[in-house]
């Protein structure tokens, strides 16, 4: 502190339990290197606007046709027709009665997140979510008084979780399971067995499922997604979708929640989220518009991540990039538009991810997110979005290889500080 001058206006403390180093200090010196002239290619958020991604057309006709009926505040779960049309992707996976009140529209899915959290958890209550993990889930329990309990998906099991070991973890304050599939970051897409196993320890243990499906039709080669709800009808499933990264809207803020299964004992904890909704009055009006269009018909997001698709092609430079480099390795991302790579330790021993990263930023102008921001505790990961161009990932690859390359003689730039 400066003599004379008043002490800083306070943080909450709980906010340094919370990591979103996605947009975080990395990204802030990313921006003072532009502004000196620097370009830099920014690989750290999956932001398909920023890559040249078009909402598809018939979505934007929906929202402009519907622009004067926009106007007022709409109701708190959000509008009638993307409601149901919600309720009928839902029907068409198996779910026969669902009904439009049991979807929940929000500004994006990161609402709904916050939304459905702070409706259940009292403090101290355990929320086990992946690690990895897209650390807004860690962050929505920790602000809303829980704990996170973090569940490994190893990346020696392909970053699969393991459920017999999530079993050990569940106490008497275990409230709910969060699953993320297709997974960001790492890319994973669950096989059915694997989202049983979830859905009956779930049931088992009497916990609600959180399954974040916002990658749901983000699936390469032959990974097949298998939406978490019809293997839950025993417990209460909270699915959660969106138009932000299958349908390239994400600065339309849309997203559901879907609730099934145990209905009957989730009246209360439903009427809790609805309040909440009631409290910040109505989502974004104007993007609703187009949710009816965009699950409706032809899917134009089957055209990117088929092969010869623009996803495809990148995901596959990715690939091809690991395998030729000498010191990276790669589970293949089977879904979602990330790439979660590990360094090989061997070679660098005491690697930090951080550091590398910032090194990375520093000396070849990509900005790329440590992998321990994901809530993991190994150092030697890193994530980056499969949305620039192939030819642009694979120039990228090789700057980052040219990096390794000269830290393989200077270690100690990458070491972590103890
Ligand atoms: C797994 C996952 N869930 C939720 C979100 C947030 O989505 P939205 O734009 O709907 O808030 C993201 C965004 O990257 C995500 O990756």
């Given at each position: 502190?400066?003599?004379?001058?008043?002490?800083?206006?306070?943080?909450?403390?709980?906010?340094?339990?919370?990591?979103?180093?996605?947009?975080?200090?990395?990204?802030?010196?990313?921006?003072?290197?532009?502004q000196?002239?620097?370009?830099?290619?920014?690989?750290?958020i999956?932001?398909?606007?920023?890559?040249?991604?078009?909402?598809?057309?018939?979505?934007?006709?929906?929202?402009?046709?519907?622009?004067?009926?926009?106007?007022g505040?709409g109701?708190q779960?959000?509008?009638?027709?993307?409601?149901?049309?919600?309720?009928?992707?839902?029907?068409?996976?198996?779910?026969?009665?669902?009904?439009?009140?049991?979807?929940?529209?929000?500004?994006?899915?990161?609402?709904?997140?916050?939304?459905t959290?702070?409706?259940?958890?009292?403090?101290?209550?355990e929320?086990l979510?992946?690690?990895?993990?897209?650390?807004?889930?860690?962050?929505?329990?920790?602000l809303?008084?829980?704990?996170?309990?973090?569940?490994?998906c190893?990346?020696?099991?392909?970053?699969?979780?393991?459920?017999?070991?999530?079993?050990?973890?569940?106490?008497?304050?275990?409230?709910?399971?969060?699953v993320?599939?297709?997974n960001?970051?790492?890319?994973?897409?669950?096989?059915?067995?694997?989202?049983q196993?979830?859905?009956?320890l779930?049931?088992?243990?009497?916990?609600?499922?959180?399954?974040?499906?916002?990658?749901?039709?983000?699936?390469?080669?032959d990974?097949?997604?298998?939406?978490m709800?019809?293997?839950?009808?025993?417990?209460?499933?909270?699915?959660?979708?969106?138009?932000?990264?299958v349908?390239?809207?994400?600065?339309w803020?849309?997203?559901?929640?879907?609730?099934?299964?145990?209905?009957?004992?989730?009246?209360?904890?439903?009427l809790a989220?609805?309040?909440?909704?009631?409290?910040?009055?109505?989502?974004n009006?104007?993007?609703?518009?187009?949710?009816?269009?965009?699950?409706?018909?032809?899917?134009?997001?089957?055209?990117?991540?088929?092969?010869?698709?623009?996803l495809?092609e990148?995901?596959?430079?990715?690939?091809?990039?690991?395998?030729?480099?000498r010191?990276?390795?790669?589970?293949?991302?089977?879904g979602?538009?990330y790439?979660?790579?590990?360094?090989?330790?061997?070679?660098?021993?005491?690697?930090?991810?951080?550091?590398?990263?910032?090194?990375?930023?520093?000396?070849k102008?990509?900005?790329?997110?440590?992998?321990?921001?994901?809530?993991i505790?190994?150092?030697?990961h890193f994530?980056?979005?499969?949305?620039?161009?192939?030819e642009?990932?694979t120039?990228?690859?090789?700057?980052?290889?040219?990096?390794?390359?000269?830290?393989a003689?200077?270690?100690?730039r990458i070491?972590?500080?103890?």
């Amino acid at each position: 502190m400066i003599a004379g001058m008043k002490p800083s206006f306070q943080t909450a403390g709980r906010l340094e339990a919370v990591r979103y180093e996605i947009r975080g200090a990395l990204a802030r010196r990313a921006r003072e290197l532009e502004q000196q002239g620097n370009d830099v290619l920014h690989l750290n958020i999956g932001n398909p606007g920023a890559f040249g991604f078009r909402t598809p057309e018939t979505m934007r006709r929906a929202v402009i046709r519907n622009l004067p009926f926009s106007e007022g505040y709409g109701p708190q779960a959000g509008i009638f027709p993307a409601r149901e049309a919600v309720a009928m992707q839902f029907q068409a996976r198996g779910l026969t009665d669902t009904r439009y009140d049991q979807v929940v529209v929000g500004n994006g899915v990161s609402e709904l997140v916050d939304l459905t959290l702070r409706s259940l958890l009292e403090p101290e209550d355990e929320v086990l979510v992946p690690a990895p993990d897209y650390p807004l889930w860690t962050a929505a329990v920790v602000l809303n008084g829980g704990k996170a309990v973090h569940y490994q998906c190893r990346e020696s099991d392909g970053f699969l979780p393991d459920v017999a070991r999530i079993e050990e973890q569940i106490t008497s304050k275990t409230r709910a399971i969060v699953v993320i599939n297709p997974n960001n970051p790492t890319g994973a897409v669950y096989p059915e067995e694997t989202l049983q196993a979830l859905a009956d320890l779930a049931t088992r243990h009497d916990l609600i499922i959180f399954s974040d499906e916002i990658y749901d039709s983000i699936c390469y080669e032959d990974a097949r997604f298998v939406p978490m709800a019809p293997l839950a009808p025993e417990t209460l499933c909270v699915s959660f979708g969106g138009l932000s990264k299958v349908y390239r809207a994400c600065g339309w803020r849309v997203g559901w929640a879907v609730f099934t299964g145990a209905l009957e004992r989730a009246e209360d904890y439903m009427l809790a989220v609805e309040k909440l909704a009631a409290l910040r009055l109505s989502a974004n009006v104007p993007g609703q518009w187009a949710v009816q269009t965009a699950l409706g018909g032809y899917q134009s997001i089957a055209d990117l991540v088929g092969r010869d698709g623009r996803l495809f092609e990148s995901r596959q430079a990715v690939i091809e990039a690991c395998e030729r480099s000498r010191f990276l390795e790669l589970v293949k991302p089977m879904g979602a538009m990330y790439a979660f790579p590990s360094v090989r330790t061997e070679v660098f021993g005491d690697f930090d991810d951080h550091r590398f990263a910032a090194e990375l930023l520093e000396h070849k102008h990509i900005l790329i997110v440590p992998g321990s921001s994901f809530n993991i505790p190994e150092r030697n990961h890193f994530r980056i979005t499969l949305l620039p161009e192939a030819e642009q990932l694979t120039e990228a690859f090789e700057r980052i290889d040219d990096l390794l390359e000269e830290l393989a003689d200077e270690p100690q730039r990458i070491r972590a500080v103890k």
